[in-house]
């Protein structure tokens, strides 16, 4: 059973999403997938574990690399977790020119666009779901497609790949994906948006492409998610869900939604409207058995046109909202601004662009990572940093917090404009020590690259840290290929 999981919107997804809001206002310790949960550690974040060693993995999309000569085609990078981390060379690279894997690599498919992870067949090995959200179907251009790679002892591969078809023939399927135990059997179930805002649940997935029971969730008229977070925020055991996305018509154009599981798997409608935010995670921060949801609400405070947008900061801010039996309760904000954390808020740093929950010092409480992509460090303009803040019974506090760029002491390259260190972030026990490390993804000279970070214990450290780029394992750079753009959750 996979107790948590949060996938994350793109960057062409986040696009979307601000245009669609130009319009409307004109816990505990980390687990790997391959131990059954119970309802007693169902806050938990989980590390995907695709071989089974019992060390964490990363996957994440190049959606833009060029495959066999086409442009943007995409593929996705494996990187397995030992006991130092991930490194190039173990790795597997998946396209679709890789053999078992439905469809063949085309321009302009974005294979790699999201990426999803959960033991769908519940042999004990994290599998991962891939979208290709702007691929053709026949006549149909941008129809989109989903496929499932399964793991094994020896990791992912292409062998016994299915695609999960979309039941309703709209456009972009696989526009977004996040996968957990919504009916709380102990086995993982897959959820899968359109750009029609199409939300279809699958349970029971197997091998032969088959699945026991297909749903779909309804959502509120004129509402258009673009972000699925999954996890378990009234601690029932059965995997809750949070959309984030706008409303028309309303003053405050972005609106997030908790939608519940349980024995019939989600609510058909929300029961529970929340704070918004572009990018969320869902962990159980303070131990106290509920999931609390963490958003970013990276955007200005105001829209081009002037109008004011409420609930974000300037320069960003996280809205953590402490997860209770009827759902999210307190809730609290942090910045820039908030007293301990690093830096100062400044209009355009986007703190809050990712976000991600893990425990760095095994001390039971979840700690938090946010990306700040744009923060101008020293001299170098939108070099980008990564914060993290560290939790207590008391939740997400600015006590002992960190900010870490390309210029802290042993991390790898230097800060230069536009690297946007911080695109995205995870915090994964890659080393199987019961310690969260930290992942960044970076815009690193227009190519991409993954840095690792790993836990000295108690706090995240430069020392021992590498870098990931695409030669080391052998993706093209032809292009803007987005390398560690998406990091599968």
Not at 141 to 146: E, I, L, R
Not at 173 to 180: K, Y
Not at 222 to 232: E, F, I, R, V
Not at 452 to 475: D, F, K, M, N, W
Request: net charge negative; hydrophobic share 30%.
């Amino acid at each position: 059973m996979r107790p948590g999981n949060r996938t994350r919107t793109t960057l062409a997804a986040r696009t979307t999403l601000a245009a669609l809001t130009s319009v409307a206002l004109t816990g505990g310790l980390l687990t790997l997938a391959t131990a059954p949960a119970t309802a007693a550690d169902s806050t938990r974040v989980a590390t995907p574990d695709f071989n089974g060693d019992g060390k964490g993995d990363t996957a994440f999309g190049g959606f833009r690399t060029h495959v066999g000569g086409h442009a943007e085609a995409g593929q996705i990078v494996v990187l397995y977790g030992s006991g130092t981390g991930v490194a190039a060379t173990r790795r597997t690279v998946i396209a679709q020119n890789t053999a078992g894997v439905p469809g063949t690599p085309e321009p302009d498919d974005t294979f790699g666009d999201d990426l999803a992870h959960g033991d769908f067949d519940g042999d004990g090995y994290d599998d991962l779901a891939v979208s290709a959200p702007k691929e053709d179907i026949g006549d149909r251009a941008d129809a989109g497609s989903v496929t499932v790679l399964w793991g094994s002892a020896a990791g992912l591969s292409g062998q016994n790949a299915v695609n999960i078809d979309d039941p309703v023939g709209g456009d972009r399927w696989g526009s977004s994906l996040a996968a957990g135990d919504f009916d709380g059997d102990g086995r993982d179930d897959l959820l899968v948006l359109d750009r029609d805002q199409s939300l279809q649940v699958f349970e029971g997935i197997t091998k032969a492409g088959t699945h026991s029971t297909r749903y779909a969730l309804r959502t509120p008229t004129g509402y258009y998610p673009s972000d699925l977070t999954a996890g378990d925020v009234n601690g029932d055991g059965a995997t809750d869900l949070v959309t984030s996305g706008s409303q028309l018509g309303e003053d405050d154009g972005l609106t997030n939604r908790l939608y519940t599981g349980g024995p019939d798997g989600l609510s058909s409608l929300p029961v529970q409207k929340l704070r918004p935010g572009n990018i969320s995670a869902i962990g159980d921060i303070d131990r106290d058995g509920y999931g609390d949801v963490v958003s970013g609400a990276y955007h200005a405070t105001t829209s081009s046109d002037g109008t004011s947008w409420p609930y974000t900061a300037t320069g960003g801010q996280v809205w953590i909202g402490y997860g209770s039996a009827t759902g999210v309760g307190r809730i609290a904000a942090v910045s820039q601004d908030t007293a301990g954390v690093p830096g100062a808020s400044e209009e355009g740093d986007c703190f809050g662009w990712d976000v991600d929950l893990g425990d760095v010092d095994k001390d039971g409480y979840l700690d938090l990572a946010v990306g700040t992509i744009q923060e101008t460090v020293g001299d170098a303009y939108r070099a980008g940093s990564v914060v993290v803040l560290y939790g207590s019974a008391k939740g997400i506090t600015g006590t002992g917090a960190q900010a870490i760029h390309q210029d802290t002491a042993g991390v790898p390259g230097a800060n230069e404009d536009y690297d946007q260190f911080g695109r995205d972030v995870k915090l994964d026990d890659v080393t199987g020590d019961g310690r969260a490390d930290l992942l960044v993804g970076t815009f690193e000279n227009s190519n991409g690259s993954v840095v690792q970070l790993p836990s000295s214990g108690s706090r995240i450290t430069g020392t021992g840290s590498r870098s990931v780029s695409p030669t080391s394992v052998g993706v093209s750079t032809a292009g803007n290929p987005q390398f560690g753009e998406t990091f599968a959750d």
